[in-house]
């Protein structure tokens, strides 16, 4: 049974819609709210800038999928799939699934975007963030989510998991330190989510990929190159949980693609961000510097330094994402 894409094109148009028309509404409410990010040490913008970007995406993720469930529940507007299942009979099924592990993402893609708001409000220890981290990735481990790598361990199954969801979240949370990388990388990363879930036949994995992917579209022309608005730590928190999730939940090791080595996919897909991470952490732990504490050795701040205009930098980078990402489905899924 084949998906028909005009479903995945209307989630991922929806939530694009949602995204860019919510924007303004949201950007005022930070400025009313005094939700803003004020100049300081290390940053480059010289006016306090509202922080509405992950209140925005998290506004075109959620709205079109409140829409579909309730036209799932009490309409009959799908078409067909190929091999004469409706959409509703396919979405039910990877609902009954899957019902856990979504709630649990729903779950942690609002307390991820809170931890992240708070530490936008009031600057939170970084101990205190990192534990609030944990906690959502344990919450979302014991939902069923998890990576197994052919390990039949589920402690260290779990604990993979949440080391990874951990470290991607905060790998995002790098990388939000010019106008449009981390929204940029975050599209990268979740549109080659939705293909791979696709092609695999994961319906509701796909949607869920296409739906944040659109979210972060509709945000992205308010981001970049100049910025009327940051993601700040609510929505690098939202973006890399989401991206971290939706890169684990396809089976990438199936009969269709039995080459093991597929089970690496998420590391193309997230390349550019843990690259990063990777390198700046072993720079200040050579530096004897404290890995939390920030600075500009980051691949975008090196690009600049080397020449490139800090837009011309983040492109560069955001190609090299997709790039790499591109790779599995000649590599893996053919």
Same mark, same amino acid.
């Given at each position: 049974?084949?998906?028909?894409? %005009?479903?995945?094109?209307?989630?991922?148009?929806?939530?694009?819609?949602?995204?860019?028309?919510?924007?303004?509404?949201?950007?005022?409410?930070?400025?009313?709210?005094?939700?803003?990010?004020?100049?300081?040490?290390?940053?480059?913008?010289? @006016?306090?800038?509202? *922080?509405?970007?992950? *209140?925005?995406?998290?506004?075109?993720?959620?709205? #079109?999928?409140?829409?579909?469930?309730?036209?799932? &529940?009490?309409?009959? *507007?799908?078409?067909?799939?190929?091999?004469?299942?409706?959409?509703? !009979?396919?979405?039910?099924?990877?609902?009954?699934?899957? !019902?856990?592990?979504?709630?649990?993402?729903?779950?942690?893609?609002?307390?991820?975007?809170?931890?992240?708001?708070?530490?936008?409000?009031? !600057?939170? $220890?970084?101990?205190?963030?990192?534990?609030?981290?944990?906690?959502?990735?344990?919450?979302?481990?014991?939902?069923?989510? &998890?990576?197994?790598?052919?390990?039949?361990? #589920?402690?260290?199954?779990?604990?993979?998991?949440?080391?990874?969801?951990?470290?991607?979240?905060?790998?995002?949370?790098?990388?939000?330190?010019? %106008?449009?990388?981390?929204?940029? *990388?975050?599209?990268?990363?979740?549109?080659?989510?939705?293909?791979?879930?696709?092609?695999?036949?994961?319906?509701?994995?796909?949607?869920?990929?296409?739906?944040?992917?659109?979210?972060?579209?509709?945000?992205?022309?308010?981001?970049?190159?100049?910025?009327?608005?940051?993601?700040?730590?609510?929505? @690098?928190?939202?973006?890399?949980?989401?991206?971290?999730?939706?890169?684990?939940?396809? $089976?990438?090791? $199936?009969?269709?693609?039995?080459?093991?080595?597929?089970?690496?996919?998420?590391?193309?897909?997230?390349?550019?961000?843990?690259?990063?991470?990777?390198?700046?952490?072993?720079?200040?732990?050579?530096?004897?510097?404290?890995?939390?504490?920030?600075?500009? %050795?980051?691949? @975008?701040?090196?690009?600049?330094?080397?020449?490139?205009? &800090? @837009?011309?930098?983040?492109?560069?980078?955001?190609?090299?994402?997709?790039?790499?990402?591109?790779?599995?489905?000649?590599?893996?899924? &053919?």
């Amino acid at each position: 049974m084949t998906f028909p894409f %005009n479903i995945y094109g209307a989630g991922f148009f929806a939530a694009f819609a949602c995204s860019a028309a919510l924007f303004p509404f949201w950007k005022w409410w930070c400025i009313r709210t005094g939700h803003l990010d004020d100049p300081g040490h290390r940053k480059i913008h010289l @006016s306090p800038t509202p *922080l509405a970007g992950g *209140l925005t995406v998290v506004s075109g993720f959620f709205l #079109p999928l409140i829409g579909a469930a309730i036209a799932l &529940r009490y309409f009959n *507007l799908f078409p067909k799939a190929t091999g004469g299942s409706t959409i509703q !009979e396919l979405l039910s099924y990877g609902l009954s699934r899957r !019902e856990w592990q979504l709630l649990s993402i729903i779950g942690g893609a609002f307390a991820m975007m809170l931890l992240g708001w708070v530490d936008d409000r009031y !600057e939170i $220890s970084p101990k205190l963030k990192f534990a609030g981290q944990a906690v959502i990735a344990l919450l979302v481990t014991l939902s069923g989510i &998890r990576i197994t790598l052919f390990i039949p361990a #589920p402690f260290i199954n779990t604990l993979v998991t949440l080391l990874w969801i951990v470290g991607v979240t905060n790998a995002f949370n790098f990388t939000d330190n010019m %106008n449009g990388l981390c929204t940029g *990388l975050g599209m990268s990363a979740t549109w080659c989510c939705a293909w791979a879930a696709a092609i695999h036949g994961q319906f509701l994995v796909a949607l869920l990929a296409f739906l944040t992917c659109g979210a972060l579209l509709g945000f992205f022309p308010f981001n970049f190159p100049k910025a009327s608005a940051f993601l700040g730590d609510s929505g @690098s928190h939202l973006v890399g949980f989401l991206a971290s999730v939706l890169s684990i939940l396809p $089976s990438f090791y $199936s009969p269709q693609t039995p080459n093991k080595l597929a089970v690496l996919t998420p590391l193309f897909f997230l390349a550019v961000p843990l690259l990063d991470l990777v390198c700046v952490v072993i720079y200040r732990w050579r530096a004897g510097r404290p890995f939390y504490i920030g600075d500009t %050795n980051h691949f @975008s701040h090196r690009l600049v330094r080397a020449g490139y205009s &800090r @837009s011309t930098a983040v492109l560069l980078l955001l190609l090299a994402n997709t790039g790499i990402g591109f790779l599995p489905f000649i590599l893996f899924f &053919r």
